[in-house]
């Protein structure tokens, strides 16, 4: 009888293990789709693994009880394609979807191809003659039936500057620009042949954001140029009225930068990519070894698609220990870049000759945006959380939960090497919804609500379009953003709202709370450490910490500002933030702004806790 219950406990001890290691779905570089997904037998890509997945919970397979396990092994995982999450795929409370590193692994999912078969030297009559046999070249890889086309390259790791007229970050004042004319007048450059550059681009600062575009032509008398631009960049460029370029500012004239041509090409870290060759050139550092440096350059926008329905939500998902990295950028390419404010592109934008909407009567301009392009994108989902994750090496947007999204959590993770924002959350509505016209959707579930940021850090973002943000919210509510660190930002920190409005519009109870904000504002003005826009009933900006404004070097006035409410913002208490002086804005503020305790007096029992939480 004693040995009986034995071996009956012993197969119930073995049954109840089983139980726990099932649902476990094994990937690795290694692996082979037609495996079975076992960590001894693993699948060779995540879309297979999810497929797997999806087939147990469709046949409910006893696989699913206690949530389903996608374990990544060590590697790079290439991406030729976006990763589609749908409805089908999601898990439950009891059950959730888990992609995560295995065991010790550090897994990256990447939207990027390698570089090969670089020579030296060149023969390109448009290199001067001395810097060709310091110039290295190869063909970018061929995916599909085409080259490769990029405006983004990484060297061993490092992202390497496109060809420019100079060092990074350095501009020069423009002379005149003339939106009748439709021209900008700047000092001649010193290096000949740009007028036959044909994928000449000139980047413009223009206050709290920049314009990218395509140079048409230029011509040159004496130590003037004029540069005229291409469409649909110069329309909007020259019609839009916020923000442009300033001349006969308080610091100076707004400023500029050409860049992107083989007659650029003179300084070690630059490269210049040929079109419609697809030859790259490459100017290497000092410590680049061509024959073995790792060159990367991506081949995808979008890594990642989490989409569902409104009445199907995708929900329950979490990833964990991954990197996302090697996304591109190419709208300034194909149509220029003017934008109006946080990245967001304008698809149409001018001045009224007579002000007023019904909305609001002083309005005297009208704008309509397009959303920036994004690495992984959540759209009508609940409880798709991040934790532990790397983002980095990504062109524009890192993380967006564009809409309908609620519940969920971005936690402990790292946003770096970003060229737009980190993280971005909420309705910015797009298309033919005008800017300035409150978004009251008659479902509220469009909203983004409870959701969750902590504890991440964010640094080195805003790298290509300096106009955008560390992380920015739109149209939330409940939204909780606490302890991160956001730093070495080109313009704002943590930006929550939209709409320029201080009528109702579903904003409300959003927190930001006990985080450290320092060394933004190094190249744009018109920016806030803490910025916030429209109505937001209940919500709270409390215990953070801001500090190292920097001086924009080429701002036109001083407007840059610790905590800066911006246009008929509303709601908000302001209390405990300490600052190193009280260097604060408002811009028309609603009567319901309530400012407790703000400044370098807060006591430093709150400003050293305001940050990450170290685990």
Not at 414 to 429: R, S, V, Y
Not at 561 to 584: K, Q, S, V
């Amino acid at each position: 009888m004693k040995k009986t219950f034995a071996v009956l406990l012993f197969m119930a001890s073995f049954g109840t293990l089983s139980l726990l290691s099932a649902g476990e779905i094994y990937v690795s570089p290694y692996g082979n789709d037609r495996n079975i997904g076992t960590r001894e037998a693993p699948f060779y890509t995540l879309s297979q693994a999810l497929k797997q997945a999806r087939e147990w919970r469709r046949l409910n397979r006893p696989e699913v009880t206690g949530g389903i396990y996608i374990c990544l092994e060590d590697g790079v995982y290439i991406q030729r394609s976006s990763l589609f999450i749908r409805p089908e795929d999601s898990g439950t409370p009891d059950s959730p979807t888990v992609i995560c590193a295995a065991e010790n692994a550090h897994p990256v999912i990447s939207g990027g191809i390698a570089v090969t078969g670089w020579k030296r030297g060149c023969e390109n009559p448009e290199i001067p003659e001395g810097l060709r046999q310091k110039i290295w070249s190869a063909k970018a890889p061929v995916i599909g039936n085409r080259r490769v086309e990029t405006r983004q390259m990484w060297v061993n790791g490092d992202k390497v500057q496109r060809a420019s007229q100079f060092p990074d970050g350095v501009m020069e004042r423009m002379i005149d620009f003339n939106p009748e004319k439709q021209i900008i007048t700047i000092p001649t450059p010193q290096i000949t042949g740009l007028q036959n550059a044909g994928q000449l681009e000139m980047i413009i600062h223009q206050r709290w954001a920049i314009a990218i575009l395509r140079v048409k032509s230029i011509d040159t008398e004496g130590g003037q140029s004029v540069i005229r631009f291409h469409e649909p960049e110069s329309q909007l460029e020259f019609a839009h009225p916020w923000p442009q370029p300033i001349i006969g500012g308080e610091k100076g004239n707004s400023s500029f930068c050409l860049t992107n041509a083989l007659e650029l090409l003179d300084e070690p870290g630059e490269w210049f990519q040929e079109y419609p060759s697809g030859t790259i050139y490459y100017y290497p550092r000092t410590e680049d070894n061509m024959k073995t440096a790792e060159v990367i350059i991506p081949a995808l926008e979008t890594l990642m698609i989490v989409d569902g329905t409104l009445e199907r939500p995708v929900k329950h998902i979490r990833f964990d220990g991954i990197t996302f990295a090697h996304t591109s950028w190419m709208r300034p390419s194909y149509q220029g870049h003017v934008t109006l404010q946080g990245g967001f592109p304008l698809l149409d934008a001018y001045k009224l000759h007579e002000p007023g909407l019904p909305e609001k009567a002083e309005l005297e301009n009208q704008a309509w945006i397009a959303r920036p392009e994004t690495a992984i994108r959540v759209r009508r989902a609940g409880q798709i959380d991040f934790h532990h994750c790397t983002f980095r090496n990504l062109a524009s947007t890192g993380l967006d939960y564009e809409w309908a999204v609620t519940a969920s959590v971005v936690e402990d993770c790292l946003f770096t090497d970003i060229g737009g924002t980190a993280l971005l959350i909420g309705a910015f509505p797009d298309g033919a919804f005008e800017t300035h016209v409150p978004f009251m959707p008659s479902d509220e579930r469009v909203l983004c609500a409870n959701i969750s940021v902590r504890n991440n850090l964010i640094s080195n973002v805003t790298n290509e379009d300096w106009g955008c943000v560390g992380i920015g919210a739109g149209y939330v509510r409940d939204i909780d953003i606490s302890h991160n660190e956001v730093c070495h930002l080109n313009y704002s920190g943590i930006c929550v709202g939209w709409g320029w409005t201080s009528l109702e519009s579903g904003m409300r109870n959003n927190r930001i709370e006990a985080n450290y904000v320092h060394h933004f504002a190094r190249r744009l003005y018109d920016a806030g450490g803490l910025y916030t826009l429209s109505n937001q009933p209940g919500s709270v900006m409390q215990n953070n910490r801001i500090e190292h404004l920097i001086e924009a070097p080429y701002a036109t006035n001083d407007r840059a500002f610790y905590i800066y409410l911006d246009e008929a913002t509303d709601g908000y208490t302001m209390e405990n933030n300490w600052c190193p002086e009280e260097r604060f804005d408002s811009n028309r503020p609603g009567k319901n702004n309530v400012w407790k305790n703000n400044g370098p007096q807060v006591a430093d029992s709150i400003k050293y806790k305001a940050g990450r939480i170290k685990q």
